[in-house]
């Protein structure tokens, strides 16, 4: 069963700097593709950044510049750096791991952490 847990939300002014960690138990990290997303009230889940196994990135275009997504397959572990945050960054961030499996494809998802950007 895999279980994917966040860390390293708060509360940071603008201009300010977070780093997002989530450690995925279980035993797929090597072959999944890691994924952040956020969703702000009253909005729409939407894609911050994903990596995929071969540390291809992808972001989405108001992140891009300012947020790093890096992943440690020894740890079992993805970060998102997030640098510069503005108030619109202000949301709760799930990490996601989407993986196939005897021809299958799977989503997990965390629980959230959350993340306000506020002078």
Known sequence: ??????????????????????????????????????????????LVATITSSHSTNYADSVKGRFTISRDNAKNTVYLQMNSLKPEDTALYYCNAHYGMTQRWYDSWGQGTQVTVSS
């Open 1 to 46: 069963q895999v279980q994917l847990v966040e860390s390293g939300g708060g509360l940071v002014q603008p201009g300010g700097s977070l780093r997002l960690s989530c450690a995925l138990s279980g035993s797929i990290f090597s072959i999944a593709t890691m994924g952040w997303y956020r969703q702000a009230p009253e909005k729409r889940r939407e």
